[in-house]
């Protein structure tokens, strides 16, 4: 079974830092493209952060660059969002994805269309407030 499940949310306050984990089983994440969405209350789900490991990608939105780093552990089972510096406007449920299909071809990655075919997490809630 192709899976995975996100760890690591809660509450933190503002300027605080929090780093949420994904891990993958029935696969390897080096394979795919992989990422991180979140959906804030009243905005549509939203990619945050992207990447394909194979060919060194790596896309942030503009509104966590500097912010928030993605990463992979060694045995490319576990992805990780190291989130610092959080505002109160992070606050939302984050979702890790892989993308069985991307290829790149269409020259976009973190869009709407990603993750239609491949696997999402549970979701898991981030809270940032004081």
């Known amino acids: 079974q192709l899976q995975l499940v996100e760890s690591g949310g809660g509450l933190v306050q503002p300027g605080g830092s929090l780093r949420l984990s994904c891990a993958a089983s029935?696969?390897?994440?080096?394979?795919?493209?992989i990422g991180w969405f979140r959906q804030v209350p009243g905005k549509e789900r939203e990619g945050v952060s992207c990447m394909r490991s194979r060919n060194g990608l790596v896309y942030y939105a503009d509104f966590v660059k500097g912010r928030f780093t993605i990463s992979t552990d060694n045995n490319e089972r576990t992805m990780y969002l190291q989130m610092d510096s959080l505002k109160p406007e992070d606050t939302g449920v984050y979702f890790c994805?892989?993308?069985?299909?991307?290829?790149?071809?269409?020259?976009?990655?973190?869009?709407?269309?990603?993750?239609?075919?491949?696997?999402w997490g549970q979701g898991i809630q981030v809270t940032v407030s004081s």
């Open positions: 029935g696969f390897t994440l080096d394979h795919y493209a």
């Open positions: 994805v892989a993308d069985f299909v991307w290829d790149g071809r269409s020259g976009r990655i973190c869009d709407e269309a990603f993750g239609r075919f491949g696997s």
